[in-house]
């Protein structure tokens, strides 16, 4: 039983168990939940030890044809190494498919699964909390914490420094959305160039204030009446 919680992800991901043979990632932060599967599945598939091959699953494939789950996850890939299967399951409506894979026998596959805010009892959620060799991380807003180990990580690709008073006032104005935190670091390090020093001023002229973004992302789907697209970006700013 393995119940990852927000704060213990990144350090949970990094030292992985050996024993885990399938993730799901789950919560408010769409933009985090698409990062951290899309880093697992890329670092699984291209281990040097023990290479495989990375596969997608979106929900339209897993309603067409739920037997291709267990089919590539349980064949032994023909030219070795560990394939590893990504699926988007935001909008499943049937998460018994997964009931199978995760009680049976090891699978030869690696599963990462992608899903929405789940509450405690959603059956999906429970499914990889209660499998014995399974896990169920959380991925919520960032805090200040884990939004300056994101800068940093973008400045020291870059080969960029940043003033400490400038980083903090680029905290500040992060944190709506993982994807869209990231975007505006990468945009700020591409205008400051490879090797500069970013200030303030930089901050200001090229990073928007995401909190600001995120209310217009409730306020004009609800002015344009989609309901729901404004209460999911509502639950996602809260």
């Given at each position: 039983?393995?119940?990852?919680?927000?704060?213990?992800?990144?350090?949970?991901?990094?030292?992985l168990p050996r024993e885990i043979g399938a993730v799901l990632f789950y919560g408010s932060d769409a933009?985090?939940?698409?990062?951290r599967a899309e880093?697992?599945?890329k670092t699984l598939a291209c281990d040097a030890k023990n290479p495989g091959?990375?596969?997608?699953?979106?929900?339209?494939?897993?309603?067409?044809?739920p037997s291709r789950l267990g089919l590539?996850?349980?064949?032994?890939?023909?030219?070795?190494g560990r394939n590893v299967l990504r699926v988007s399951a935001?909008?499943?409506?049937?998460?018994?498919?997964?009931?199978?894979?995760?009680?049976?026998?090891?699978?030869?596959?690696?599963?990462?699964?992608?899903?929405?805010?789940?509450?405690?009892?959603?059956?999906?959620?429970?499914?990889?909390?209660?499998?014995?060799?399974?896990a169920a991380v959380a991925c919520y807003a960032d805090e200040a914490a884990s939004l300056g180990v994101l800068v940093d990580e973008?400045?020291?690709?870059?080969?960029?420094?940043?003033?400490?008073?400038?980083?903090?006032?680029?905290?500040?104005?992060?944190?709506?959305?993982?994807?869209?935190?990231?975007?505006?670091?990468?945009?700020?390090?591409?205008?400051a160039g490879d090797g500069g020093t970013v200030g303030?001023?930089?901050?200001?002229?090229?990073v928007g204030d995401a909190s600001e973004e995120a209310i217009d992302r409730i306020v004009l789907p609800a002015a344009g009446g989609k309901a729901k697209t404004a209460l999911r970006e509502f639950d996602k700013a809260v």
């Open positions: 039983m393995v119940d990852i919680k927000a704060g213990q992800a990144e350090s949970f991901l990094k030292k933009g985090l939940v698409s990062e880093k697992l599945a091959e990375l596969l997608r699953m979106s929900e339209q494939d897993l309603s067409e044809n590539e996850l349980r064949t032994v890939p023909m030219f070795g935001q909008g499943l409506s049937k998460p018994d498919i997964f009931e199978d894979l995760l009680d049976g026998e090891p699978l030869e596959g690696f599963l990462v699964v992608e899903a929405g805010n789940l509450k405690p009892d959603s059956k999906l959620r429970a499914l990889f909390v209660n499998a014995a060799k399974a973008v400045m020291k690709a870059h080969r960029l420094r940043i003033a400490p008073p400038a980083r903090l006032h680029l905290i500040s104005l992060l944190g709506a959305d993982r994807a869209l935190s990231r975007n505006e670091v990468e945009k700020l390090a591409l205008y303030i001023e930089d901050v200001d002229a090229i």
